[in-house]
């Protein structure tokens, strides 16, 4: 595919058309590739002057580049055909479309799946070997259901939805439209319930349901719990990372992102567009609010407000971690200089 065609299936296909670039070549391109490791023949990106380095070293035939004069002069002095956008990876990654789409399986329902007779299944529908829908289940249209899902009573599933091999869905979970549950992810098992007794644990029976709204993603072996009543709900368009652990009663806002190996106590309510870095813990009941952040491994104790940025454990503002963890190296020295201080004070 030569450069220009990319670059017109680019400008029929996204929002921003501020699209600038090279009309002097018009390259063969024949894949993509990290500016690192790319060859011959590939286009690949790059996102801001931090990576400017690479221009001169990489092998590509063609960039994209972000609005920035020095940049593009630098590109072009290497001699490679490039494109200049507003949000340079954005237009990478609706790049990789052009040259990548994933499996998608000629619906079919396959012989040695059980579905029982009450379930409602929608038109062009894909039902993989050995997947089991149980009583009560309704699923859309173009939903696509890998080999071994298990699926419980009375669950809902959006059109366009794909759950990906051996994850699984309990009882009466609602799961909306273009959702993604991907291997090993369970969705609406029961919450962590015990009421704690003289003679040992009371087990609460989970009564209530789990919910996903349209467009959430959820990666590999993340668990999302159903509460003892009410809901345990996950927002429009959320994106959650492998193994991450969302309590019963949580509510997650939209637009939210969740990475690997975040966990959620019981009642959390996270607002919208609220990231969670890898491996932040959040416990129970706290309330983080819209457009909030915490860095890797936060423990958030108590509530977060709207666009604050958090960091340690427990969590602090990110400018005041920052200060503290550059004192951090030097504690031993001040450690030094103290009982010095405090030996000569004693002379």
Same mark, same amino acid.
């Given at each position: 595919?030569?450069?220009?065609?990319?670059?017109?299936?680019?400008?029929?296909?996204?929002?921003?058309?501020?699209?600038?670039?090279?009309?002097?070549?018009?390259?063969?391109?024949?894949?993509?590739?990290?500016?690192?490791?790319?060859?011959?023949?590939?286009?690949?990106?790059?996102?801001?002057?931090?990576?400017?380095?690479?221009?001169?070293?990489?092998?590509?035939?063609?960039?994209?580049?972000?609005?920035?004069?020095?940049?593009?002069?630098?590109?072009?002095?290497?001699?490679?055909?490039?494109?200049?956008?507003?949000?340079?990876?954005?237009?990478?990654?609706?790049?990789?479309?052009?040259?990548?789409?994933?499996?998608?399986?000629?619906?079919?329902?396959?012989?040695?799946?059980?579905?029982?007779?009450?379930?409602?299944?929608?038109?062009?529908?894909?039902?993989?070997?050995?997947? &089991?829908?149980?009583? /009560? $289940? %309704?699923? #859309?249209?173009?939903?696509? !259901?890998?080999?071994?899902? @298990?699926?419980?009573?009375? *669950?809902?599933?959006?059109?366009?939805?794909?759950?990906?091999?051996?994850?699984?869905?309990?009882?009466?979970?609602?799961?909306?439209?273009?959702?993604?549950?991907?291997?090993?992810?369970?969705?609406?098992?029961?919450?962590?319930?015990?009421?704690?007794?003289?003679?040992?644990?009371?087990?609460?029976?989970?009564?209530?349901?789990? &919910?996903?709204?349209? /467009? $959430? %993603?959820? #990666?590999?072996?993340?668990? !999302?719990?159903?509460?003892? @009543?009410?809901?345990?709900? *996950?927002?429009?368009?959320?994106?959650?990372?492998?193994?991450?652990?969302?309590?019963?009663?949580?509510?997650?806002?939209?637009?939210?992102?969740?990475?690997?190996?975040?966990?959620?106590?019981?009642?959390?309510?996270?607002?919208?567009?609220?990231?969670?870095?890898?491996?932040?813990?959040?416990?129970?009941?706290?309330?983080?609010?819209?457009?909030?952040?915490?860095?890797?491994?936060?423990?958030?104790?108590?509530?977060?407000?709207?666009?604050?940025?958090?960091?340690?454990?427990?969590?602090?503002?990110?400018?005041?971690?920052?200060?503290?963890?550059?004192?951090?190296?030097?504690?031993?020295?001040?450690?030094?200089?103290?009982?010095?201080?405090?030996?000569?004070?004693?002379?």
């Amino acid at each position: 595919m030569k450069f220009s065609e990319i670059i017109n299936q680019l400008n029929a296909n996204i929002a921003d058309h501020s699209l600038t670039q090279n009309p002097n070549q018009d390259p063969e391109i024949t894949g993509i590739a990290a500016i690192d490791e790319a060859t011959s023949g590939t286009l690949s990106y790059v996102e801001s002057a931090k990576f400017a380095s690479f221009i001169s070293q990489t092998n590509a035939s063609a960039l994209i580049v972000p609005v920035n004069e020095a940049i593009q002069a630098q590109v072009e002095a290497s001699g490679l055909a490039w494109i200049a956008a507003r949000e340079p990876r954005l237009l990478f990654a609706q790049t990789i479309a052009l040259f990548y789409q994933p499996y998608r399986p000629t619906p079919e329902i396959h012989p040695s799946a059980v579905i029982h007779p009450t379930a409602k299944i929608g038109n062009d529908v894909y039902i993989g070997p050995h997947a &089991v829908i149980q009583p /009560g $289940v %309704e699923i #859309g249209n173009h939903v696509i !259901i890998h080999p071994n899902v @298990v699926i419980y009573a009375d *669950v809902k599933i959006g059109d366009r939805t794909t759950l990906h091999a051996n994850c699984t869905i309990h009882e009466r979970s609602q799961i909306g439209a273009d959702c993604v549950i991907h291997s090993g992810a369970v969705i609406g098992a029961e919450g962590f319930g015990f009421v704690p007794t003289r003679t040992g644990w009371y087990k609460m029976e989970q009564s209530g349901y789990t &919910v996903l709204e349209d /467009g $959430v %993603e959820v #990666g590999c072996n993340t668990a !999302i719990d159903r509460p003892a @009543v009410g809901e345990t709900r *996950v927002g429009r368009n959320t994106k959650i990372d492998n193994l991450v652990q969302i309590g019963h009663g949580c509510h997650i806002g939209s637009g939210c992102a969740i990475a690997g190996q975040a966990g959620m106590a019981g009642g959390v309510t996270l607002g919208n567009r609220v990231i969670l870095a890898g491996q932040t813990g959040v416990a129970n009941q706290a309330k983080i609010g819209d457009g909030a952040i915490a860095s890797a491994q936060t423990g958030i104790a108590s509530d977060v407000a709207p666009g604050e940025i958090v960091s340690g454990s427990p969590a602090i503002p990110h400018k005041l971690y920052l200060k503290i963890a550059a004192i951090y190296s030097r504690l031993p020295d001040m450690y030094q200089a103290f009982r010095q201080s405090q030996r000569q004070s004693k002379e």
